[in-house]
T-cell receptor, first 111, second 108 residues
């Protein structure tokens, strides 16, 4: 089954404690991206990747890092999380059809 | 900066009625897509319309695109309670950028 898998689905952490949200897709898609969703703000893009070892900043990249060492994986790293990074995060991938497939989301709370 | 902006922010209708949502974007695009999201879950792709197309249908969905006005509309005909969700347009240029969405409530 074609899917994008994010882990964890829920995470509560403390300010400053490094965390990684994993994202994996099984569709051999070249394009992957991360979004955060906040009430009233819609989905805002954090980072995206056109292919392996190619990443670029989206609209709200501050406080986040990504890496794309393999085609299927695109982890999101928060080196020093802060409460303003409390949000619902989505990973997405797309191929030549341009249709984006989304993971189920990661609800992050930073206290 | 967000490419797509939906209007209205919220829409409440009765089952059987049609629902129309509009989207405006800022720059030239390759295509425009519409997605649906059920309460806090992942987005699901509904339909894609390319920049050289003016109208597209898929089941009860009808999408139009006016590149001169940089706008698109999504029409859901004969709505059902199960259509209750948030709907987002997304404009593709170099990357896919989403608007803030329209919350649709369809009452039985």
């Amino acid at each position: 089954e074609a899917q994008v898998t994010q882990n964890p689905r829920y995470l509560i952490t403390v300010t400053g404690k490094k965390l990684t949200v994993t994202c994996s897709q099984n569709m051999n898609h070249e394009y992957m991206s991360w979004y955060r969703q906040d009430p009233g703000l819609g989905l805002r893009q954090i980072y995206y990747s056109m292919n392996v070892e190619v990443t670029d900043k989206g609209d709200v990249p501050e406080g986040y890092k990504v890496s794309r060492k393999e085609k299927r994986n695109f982890p999101l790293i928060l080196e020093s999380p802060s409460p303003n990074q409390t949000s619902l995060y989505f990973c997405a991938s797309s191929g030549s059809s341009a249709e984006a497939f989304f993971g189920q989301g990661t609800r992050l709370t930073v206290v | 900066s967000q490419q797509g902006e939906e209007d209205p922010q919220a829409l409440s209708i009765q089952e059987g009625e049609n629902a129309t949502m509009n989207c405006s974007y800022k720059t030239s695009i390759n295509n425009l897509q519409w997605y649906r999201q059920n309460s806090g879950r992942g987005l699901v792709h509904l339909i894609l319309i390319r920049s050289n197309e003016r109208e597209k249908h898929s089941g009860r969905l009808r999408v139009t695109l006016d590149t001169s006005k940089k706008s698109s509309s999504l029409l859901i005909t004969a709505s059902r309670a199960a259509d209750t969700a948030s709907y987002f347009c997304a404009a593709l240029y170099s990357t896919l950028t989403f608007g803030k969405g329209t919350m649709l409530l369809v009452s039985p």
